[in-house]
């Protein structure tokens, strides 16, 4: 029964890399693929001589021996705790997507538009690699992509010109999702998964992220492309929101605000972004001097008022199939590691691979190669990176702010900038500019490929030090 799981996982895995390919929505396969690996679980339940208890990231002694209402009870309450575990997650991706469409009803973004005032390309560069850098660990990777290249199509109004901008758009933007507990899914899931902290996750990986957008920007501003000056032409804007600069900083720092929460209140992460989404809602309904409430829906009128309420506009906006997605391959990742199979796949991996480089040395333990975790980096390029992190929780068991879990933070977040197709980023810049997978394979991949190597690297030296 093992087996078969294990074959319906990897056929879902397939279709979610294929998903280009075969023209199917990678939210489709990842629920199917839940939902059969955990329907297989409960019916052949009695086949199991193992089980793993995640909470305390061990196997169950004598789960073989125990009787089938048992065993049922056991897989009921395991679901219900990876259930748990998850929705933190979506959660917490849902508050922090509402408020980013928040403040672009009020067109806050534009106001970053007015940061650039030259027409060469390689100042234009460094300014849109620094603002995606720093953007990311805000209001996370993706939505910084979308954000600045939505920009860069008013500034940059020649196609050819543009996806050069917007490929080192799509590192700089990995690079600073990397070092932000809430700036890449994958970063966020180690941090909601307490294992790391905001402080040291920002200690670790802060230099090697900026030195894995600054490389590939400086080899890149010297680049034939990046030469000279765009055409640029004074376009008549059209009149945007009077709050829109300041529903921007209020809606950049309540979702900054939320790991500071968190330390103070040691509560989930998800609890301080709800209060961050009120304080933000209220206020735009506030500016929009809306009177809809968003809690009714039951008389005509409240219909007609919700066509202006920003909060009811921007609760419709956002990406539910990303949050469908991430739950359905957080549940079927979940399935594989219950049964133990993350666990003993992580011990044959340990045992097999030579500890090569440095190693990460932890008491107890034998300890994770290097080579594994730079693997991992080179894997989340060509698959999602999504559940190779959600396996390394289910893999490892190093304690909370190990260097272990920090790599795997840097190499899963900023390796899938080696392929367009490797990041979130990478495939809505693709889908928004009609990138062509080879073009960025001869162009970007490389400067990526670099970035990385130097950030490894530059872990690798520097995490000594805390």
């Not at 001097?289 to 956002?318: G, N, T, Y």
Request: proline share 3%; with cysteine.
């Amino acid at each position: 029964m093992e087996s078969v799981i294990i074959i319906v996982f990897v056929m879902g895995y397939l279709a979610i890399t294929l998903e280009h390919n075969i023209k199917l929505d990678k939210l489709i396969p990842a629920l199917i693929m839940m939902a059969f690996c955990w329907a297989l679980v409960a019916l052949g339940v009695d086949n199991f001589t193992q089980w793993f208890d995640s909470s305390k990231h061990s196997l169950v002694d004598g789960f073989a021996s125990f009787g089938h209402e048992e065993k049922l009870h056991m897989v009921e309450e395991t679901l219900l705790h990876h259930l748990g575990k998850t929705a933190e997650i979506l959660v917490f991706l849902l508050g922090a997507m509402t408020i980013v469409e928040i403040i672009d009803y009020f067109d806050g973004f534009s106001t970053i538009k007015g940061y650039v005032k030259t027409k060469k390309k390689s100042k234009i560069l460094w300014i849109f690699s620094i603002l995606a850098f720093i953007l990311s660990a805000i209001i996370d990777n993706l939505t910084a992509t979308i954000v600045l290249i939505s920009i860069l199509q008013k500034i940059v109004k020649n196609r050819d010109e543009r996806i050069w901008f917007a490929g080192l758009i799509i590192i700089a933007a990995n690079a600073g999702g990397a070092w932000s507990p809430i700036g890449d899914v994958t970063t966020t899931m180690l941090w909601i998964g307490k294992k790391v902290t905001t402080l040291k996750l920002v200690e670790y990986l802060l230099l090697p992220s900026l030195l894995c957008m600054a490389v590939p920007t400086f080899i890149a501003s010297f680049l034939p492309a990046f030469k000279g000056e765009i055409d640029f032409e004074e376009e008549e804007e059209k009149a945007k929101s009077p709050h829109s600069a300041r529903m921007l900083y209020l809606g950049l720092g309540a979702i900054v605000f939320v790991p500071i929460f968190k330390t103070v209140t040691h509560l989930p992460p998800y609890v301080g972004m709800m209060l961050s989404l009120a304080v933000v809602a209220t206020f735009a309904e506030i500016y929009s001097r809306s009177k809809f409430s968003i809690s009714s829906f039951d008389s005509e009128e409240s219909d007609e008022q919700a066509h202006h309420s920003p909060v009811h506009h921007s609760l419709s906006k956002i990406e539910m199939p990303s949050i469908l997605f991430f739950l359905g391959i957080l549940m079927a990742v979940a399935a594989l590691e219950s049964l133990g199979i993350l666990f003993n796949f992580a011990s044959t991996l340990q045992e097999t691979i030579p500890m090569m480089g440095t190693e990460l040395h932890v008491p107890g333990v034998t300890g994770v190669s290097d080579l594994v975790v730079l693997l991992l980096g080179v894997g989340s390029a060509v698959i999602d990176n999504v559940p190779l992190v959600a396996a390394s929780l289910g893999m490892f068991s190093e304690p909370i702010d190990n260097e272990l879990w920090h790599f795997i933070a840097f190499s899963a977040g900023t390796g899938g900038s080696m392929l367009i197709i490797g990041s979130a980023a990478g495939v809505v810049a693709m889908g928004m500019e009609k990138i062509d997978f080879f073009w960025y394979f001869k162009k970007i991949s490389w400067l990526a490929l670099v970035g990385f190597l130097v950030g490894s690297a530059a872990f690798m030296i520097t995490r000594s030090l805390f």
